[in-house]
């Protein structure tokens, strides 16, 4: 029963005093790995880049600071309103240049137009979409051709979170994430050991062939 209920919020954070104390959670925990994803795509100064799940902000933090050309641009989605209104705020100065921008929507239907994104990464999120080859399509979808995507996560955190059954189903597993970009025309697909200080997490690289 509880391990349903911190799913929930965890892969949809709501206003509520539990969304609350999960986003106090991923903005503790979670640094890491958005820092790490941000570094791993290799963002060039003028590139479009794209977050997906970004929760409280942090990564989109993370990767304004390198997108220093003006025609550097960084989007963000998130399905939880609650996120979506956090990373706004986070976000709000850079948001009302146009540097950012943030959709509140789902990875499987972004308002962004084919083949315009240079990067994408994310953290933490494929582990609750219903289908997962609707997302990577769609992901594969806004990338340029040549466009690389990186994930990052702690999979054993993740394992023993899913044999609590927090996580819903078996898409949690890297494998299953990554037949679904395979089969969503992504190639290069990876999954490297990574290691920030004393923690270990995992990469998963793809590129978007086409
Ligand atoms: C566990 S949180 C991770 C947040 C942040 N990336 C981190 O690592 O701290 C998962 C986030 O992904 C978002 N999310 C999950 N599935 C999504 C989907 N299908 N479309 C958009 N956002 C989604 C959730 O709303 C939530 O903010």
Known sequence: MWAEKVGKQLGHPTRSVAGWLISRLLTARNQVLEENAVQLCGIQPGDTVLELG????????????????????????????????MAKERMKELV??????????????????????????????????????????????????????????RLHHVATLAAKRVMPGENWRPEAYMAALRDSGFTGVRIEDKQHKHITFQAIYATASK
Not at 55 to 78: N, Y
């Open 54 to 85: 970004h929760g409280p902000g942090l990564g989109l933090q993370s990767a304004a600071k390198l997108l220093t050309k003006p025609t550097g641009r960084l989007i963000g989605v998130d399905y939880s309103e609650y996120m979506h209104q």
């Open 96 to 153: 009302a240049s146009g540097k950012v921008t943030v959709h509140h929507c789902d990875v499987a239907a972004m308002p962004l137009a084919d083949s315009t994104v240079d990067k994408v990464f994310h953290c933490n999120c494929y582990y609750f979409w219903p289908d997962l080859r609707k997302g990577t399509s769609e992901i594969h979808r806004v990338m340029k051709p040549g466009g690389l995507m990186v994930t990052t996560l």
